[in-house]
């Protein structure tokens, strides 16, 4: 599994894997089976709160502890009101 924050490069990292970028230099050796599985992004036309409770309760301890560990810090902090 492949994680990080937006940007970080890990598309990039699995294109790479796959022999889907250019090569510039080094070699490169892949053991076992690879499964790429592309994540389909998709936004409720609702509030943020809404897109991450989907429907439970509000808690904001579990909100900002969901934030976190999806790395969207930095993303929120990119709205007016944070």
């Not at 053991?31 to 808690?59: C, H, K, M, W």
């Amino acid at each position: 599994m492949v994680v990080g924050k937006v940007g970080a490069g890990k598309t990039t990292l699995l294109y790479s894997i796959m022999e889907e970028n250019k090569r510039l230099s080094g070699d490169m050796k892949v053991q076992g089976r690879l499964a790429y599985v592309e994540q389909e992004p998709f936004i409720y036309s609702g509030s943020i709160e809404e897109n991450v409770t989907f429907g439970l309760v509000y808690d904001k301890d579990r909100f900002k502890k969901s934030i976190e560990a999806s790395c969207l810090d930095s993303d929120m902090q990119l709205f007016p009101n944070g």
